[in-house]
């Protein structure tokens, strides 16, 4: 016996399995006992919101919160104002965002992925993590990665009901819809780094402003 399957048989024995039988990964995820909690994760689903966007802030994202989704494109038009970019923006290509009256709001959109030269990005989260004000997205077709890393300021849209408490539910959530993305990324905040004589410099790897419009 090699080296290698002797200390996986090790494992095995260990965990009460029997060699040559392994447990398929759903049946373990499903069955094995879940791990302490944080108690920063439990509350109601109002104090998981409170708490979303008091650990966001203090992650250095802005939490805009919106009464509807509807109210998105003013929200971006006011974001270009204020950093002086042209009303223009890259959109996830989601039918949710492609109807929005976004030339009401006086923004130019382009529902497509982003580009290094984009300066505002718009996409969307599938769930918030109130434990430390996290953002968790997914990639596919209408999520591109591209929209949460190459422009200055990325908004993210975010429905409250979407907030869960823990990284634990954020992972269930993940799972229940159905097979896993090619990437999933947890965004705290906007880019940042400390690497250079350990002064904190944002956008040092991603946008520099992360706006969370949070609605309903």
Known sequence: MSAR???LGNIRTRLGRETGDPVPVDERLTTHPAGPLPGR???????????????ARKSSADVEQLGGIEELP???????????FDAAAA?????????????DAGVAVEARRGQPDDS????????GVAETGTLVLASGPQSPITLSFLPDVHVVALPADAIVGMYE????????????PRAINWITGPSRSADIEQTLQL?????????IALYG
Not at 74 to 84: D, P, Q, S, T, Y
């Open 5 to 7: 399957n002797q200390i």
């Open 41 to 55: 994760g439990e509350g109601t689903a109002e104090e998981l919101r409170v708490r979303f966007v008091e650990m």
């Open 74 to 84: 003013g929200l971006v038009a006011e974001i270009c104002g204020a950093h002086g």
């Open 91 to 103: 959109i996830a290509p989601d039918p949710a965002f492609e109807a929005l009256r976004w030339s």
């Open 120 to 127: 505002l990005s718009v996409g969307h989260a599938v769930c």
């Open 169 to 180: 539910e954020a992972w269930a959530r993940m799972r229940a819809r159905g097979d896993m």
């Open 203 to 211: 956008g040092a790897h991603g946008p520099i402003r992360l706006v």
